[in-house]
């Protein structure tokens, strides 16, 4: 009888893998990677793409990513009512808005609302953490995306999705990555057809041009703490 390939849930968050995370560009759709460090109170990242030089600062607040803009004011005229009006933008560039003629729906009169614009998580993960730029390790299926940070986050991903032993250590808990994978990865009769979505993923690495570095041609930086995000 062969013996189960075990897999042991080391307790580790996604954002244990988000120093480094391989994207496309937002501007020219050219393979990069943001280089991100935690300073031990936020993540400090960076992005260059050497293909159309898009520089994006998380010091400066850079957002390429999904935003929602909002607004919150009573009507200028009855008074009665709160106008809310909300704006979801994907698309990069995106048109400034600041802010937005609304009607109310006590009186029928229109005023002008100031909107404020928030980062949006889907909860797809198919966007990176820091920038939200279009993630490279991502591909659409039919119950949904499988993605990966990097090529540490696929290999850990491909591990546990080969294992047909998967346990917990003392130190994992239910906000552990792999406790929040969704159930149709971790379901047994999906092993294989997830195994082959992530070695179509795994196709998608580039080749490290110098030894001792990343799969994105960065040297790594330390791993980053078990920081959630």
């Known amino acids: 009888m062969h013996s189960p390939n075990r897999f042991v849930d080391d307790g580790k968050y996604l954002a244990a893998y988000a120093a480094e995370v391989l994207v496309r560009c937002v501007r020219c759709s050219a393979p990069g990677a943001v280089v991100a460090q935690h300073d031990g109170r936020q993540w400090v990242a960076t992005f260059d793409c050497s293909n159309c030089d898009l520089h994006l600062s998380s010091m400066r607040g850079d957002w390429v990513g999904p935003v929602c803009l909002q607004g919150r004011r009573p009507c200028g005229y009855c008074g009665h009512k ?53 993630l490279l390790l991502s591909n659409a299926g039919r119950f949904g995306a499988i993605w990966a940070y990097n090529a540490g986050h696929l290999s850990a991903l491909k591990a546990y999705i080969s294992a047909t032993l998967r346990e917990r250590s003392a130190n994992a808990g ?41 799969a994105s041609g960065l040297r790594p930086l330390a791993a980053a703490p078990h920081v959630k995000r």
């Open 174 to 214: 239910n906000k552990s990555m792999f406790s929040r994978l969704p159930g149709w990865m971790k379901a047994a009769k999906n092993r294989q057809a997830v195994a082959k979505r992530l070695a179509k993923l795994e196709q998608l690495l580039p080749n490290p041009s110098i030894e001792g570095t990343s």
């Open 82 to 134: 709160w106008l809310l009006p909300r704006i979801k933008q994907t698309g990069w560039p995106r048109e400034v808005v600041e802010s937005i003629a609304t009607t109310c729906s006590e009186c029928g009169r229109d005023s002008i609302v100031p909107l404020e614009p928030y980062r949006v998580y889907d909860g797809t993960g198919n966007i990176d953490p820091h920038f939200g730029l279009p």
